[in-house]
T-cell receptor, first 112, second 115 residues
Framework: DAGVIQSPRHEVTEMGQEVTLRCKPI?????LFWYRQTMMRGLELLIY????????DSGMPEDRFSAKMPNASFSTLKIQPSEPRDSAVYFC??????????FGSGTRLTVV | SQELEQSPQSLIVQEGKNLTINCTSS?????LYWYKQKYGEGLIFLMM?????EEKSHEKITAKLDEKKQQSSLHITASQPSHAGIYLC???????????????FGQGTILTVHP
């Protein structure tokens, strides 16, 4: 059990560029969540999937953000075009029955 | 939407002291999770409380859930430098409780423990 693996750990990109964040969840978990953490707003839920289907994307800031989960072992969060205000730590997490979320180590995104 | 307010926002204690962090919800609590986060790292699951009045302990950390007060508390006994970090509470946003669904998180409490 390798946990939830996110890549890259750090990403620095220029404004206007496309950014893709990746998540490989623990096998056997049906729900996957993308969170964003900033000092100002704390942890915010962006979107979550159940059985690879998006259930609630009301937290996605705007059309520049999109997320996919093509199969149970992989998910992506894409920002196109990126803006400096997107700078944050992005976490992927899974939820198992009878216990809390397991979080990945996060991707620290800096948009300059 | 549900909001979780944590208090205090930050806490500095001397090693060996006891401390309490509170988490108050704006709506009915259907369960409550506590997490710890080190800077630059992901969240580590500490405890999950599912029923009013429930109390759980792990090593020197005890958490309680008071459903009537829509509040949970996290108590650390004889704090150590290893307890330092950010503590976050999270609550399910639907009546399905802890078994399924998204969590709303508090802003976090930054704990510093001086040796």
């Amino acid at each position: 059990d390798a946990g939830v693996i996110q890549s890259p750990r750090h990403e620095v990109t220029e404004m206007g560029q496309e950014v893709t964040l990746r998540c490989k969840p623990i096998s056997g978990h049906n729900s996957l969540f993308w969170y964003r953490q900033t000092m100002m707003r704390g942890l915010e839920l962006l979107i979550y999937f159940n059985n690879n289907v998006p259930i609630d994307d009301s937290g996605m800031p705007e059309d520049r953000f999109s997320a996919k989960m093509p199969n149970a072992s992989f998910s992506t969060l894409k920002i196109q075009p990126s803006e400096p205000r997107d700078s944050a730590v992005y976490f992927c997490a899974v939820q198992g029955r009878n216990y809390g979320y397991t979080f990945g180590s996060g991707t620290r995104l800096t948009v300059v | 939407s549900q909001e979780l307010e944590q208090s205090p926002q930050s806490l500095i204690v001397q090693e060996g002291k006891n401390l309490t962090i509170n988490c108050t919800s704006s709506k009915t609590l259907y369960g409550l999770y506590w997490y710890k986060q080190k800077y630059g790292e992901g969240l580590i699951f500490l405890m999950m409380l599912q029923k009013g009045g429930e109390e759980k302990s792990h090593e020197k950390i005890t958490a309680k859930l008071d459903e009537k007060k829509q509040q949970s508390s996290l108590h650390i006994t004889a704090s150590q430098p290893s307890h330092a970090g950010i503590y976050l509470c999270g609550a399910p946003t639907n009546a399905g409780g802890t078994s399924y669904g998204k969590l709303t998180f508090g802003q976090g409490t930054i704990l510093t423990v001086h040796p």
